[in-house]
């Protein structure tokens, strides 16, 4: 069984940046892929971003270019830059990984950009 754990998310104003960290509870080697979604009041749960264990990564075109995902296997972390920050990116943001053929979640954290 595989534990997400996400930290990082904050208030911060439009413009400003936030770095999200999801720290499994044992290897993320073998989890394949690694993602964060985000899901706003009263909208859908959508993929941010996912990075594969090669290192390949793919990004919504809503955050292309302002958010990065990177992952460190050596410390079982997944992490999200997120920069440029605009208010339409409040949202709670949930880590996911795909392993044995399930799909695990964190808990979430929230993201609240002001205007």
């Known amino acids: 069984q595989v534990q997400l754990v996400e930290s990082g998310g904050g208030l911060v104003q439009a413009g400003g940046s936030l770095r999200l960290s999801c720290a499994a509870s044992?290897?993320?080697?073998?989890?394949?892929?690694m993602g964060w979604y985000r899901q706003a009041p009263g909208k859908l749960r959508e993929l941010v971003a996912h990075i594969t264990g090669g290192g390949r990564t793919t990004y919504a075109d809503s955050v292309k270019g302002r958010f990065t995902i990177s992952r460190d296997n050596a410390k079982n972390t997944v992490y999200l830059q997120m920069n440029s920050l605009k208010p339409e990116d409040t949202a709670v943001y949930y880590c996911?990984?795909?392993?044995?053929?399930?799909?695990?979640w964190g808990q979430g954290t929230q993201v609240t950009v002001s205007s």
């Open positions: 044992g290897s993320i080697a073998s989890i394949n892929p």
């Open positions: 996911a990984g795909s392993f044995s053929g399930y799909i695990y």
